[in-house]
Nanobody, 124 residues
Framework: QVQLIESGGGLVQAGDSLRLSCAASGRTFSRYIMGWFRQAPGKEREFVATISRSASRTYYGDSVKGRFTISRDNAENTVYLQMNSLKPEDTAVYYC?????????????????WGQGTQVTVSS
């Protein structure tokens, strides 16, 4: 089992950048596929980005492609989400998630563990 704690959210202006971090407990972080999701008020949870165990593969949702970058540091048990050129429509609670699947692959669904979320608000 793994516990996930997100940090780095806040209030920024459109066009600004922000980096989210997600710290994982335990010594098996490198075995997990990691992902970021977000949920805006009144909307369904949306896939944002995923990264494979070795960080060799990444994949992004269409709405953030080219602006957001997911990365991970297995030695530090941390996954990051660098968000650039932020837009008001990026406003949401951002969640980190982990999947204990097999293989060095990416995943957009089927996550087993979730963090508590961190609020990102982008003003226009």
């Amino acid at each position: 089992q793994v516990q996930l704690i997100e940090s780095g959210g806040g209030l920024v202006q459109a066009g600004d950048s922000l980096r989210l971090s997600c710290a994982a407990s335990g010594r098996t972080f490198s075995r997990y596929i990691m992902g970021w999701f977000r949920q805006a008020p009144g909307k369904e949870r949306e896939f944002v980005a995923t990264i494979s165990r070795s960080a060799s593969r990444t994949y992004y949702g269409d709405s953030v492609k080219g602006r957001f970058t997911i990365s991970r540091d297995n030695a530090e048990n941390t996954v990051y989400l660098q968000m650039n050129s932020l837009k008001p429509e990026d406003t949401a609670v951002y969640y980190c998630a982990a999947e204990a699947g097999l293989g060095d692959r990416i995943a957009t669904t089927g996550y087993d563990y979730w963090g508590q979320g961190t609020q990102v608000t982008v003003s226009s």
